[in-house]
């Protein structure tokens, strides 16, 4: 029986994992900061604000639906997109966590 690599971790850290991978894009992270600066949903076209093509946009989207950090919402022939606050929320408080887990001692220097 073949077991995938991430199995071999506890749900903790496979959590973490899939939501810093979700940020892991420049594209994702511009297209969170977009999102976050209109305060509302988007209804329209998000890859005129990226320079990437409308199929590539639209992968990265996906990834920040599966990760839970935006919702979808058909509206008519369009697709309507906002950030989900409460998850952004989450992800704040795991990736603060995260970081004062590995918080290195005063004056620690790389040799």
């Known amino acids: 029986m073949v077991v995938a690599k991430t199995e071999l ?3 903790v850290l496979q959590t973490r994992a899939s939501l810093f991978k979700a940020l892991a ?3 994702r992270l511009q297209i969170l ?3 976050a600066e209109t305060k509302t949903c ?3 076209d998000i890859s005129d604000e990226l320079p990437l093509s409308r199929t590539t946009v639209n ?3 996906k990834e920040l639906k599966d990760a839970g950090l935006i919702c979808g919402h058909v509206e008519g022939v369009k ?3 906002c950030l989900d606050y409460n998850k952004i929320e989450e992800m704040k408080s795991i990736l603060s966590g995260f970081l004062d887990e590995i918080q290195l001692p005063e004056n620690f ?3």
Request: net charge negative; hydrophobic share 35%; with cysteine.
């Open 33 to 35: 900061q977009f999102l």
């Open 42 to 44: 988007i209804s329209g």
């Open 109 to 111: 220097t790389c040799q």
């Open 9 to 11: 971790f506890n749900e």
């Open 79 to 81: 697709m309507n997109y």
């Open 59 to 61: 992968q990265h989207l």
């Open 25 to 27: 894009h420049p594209a």
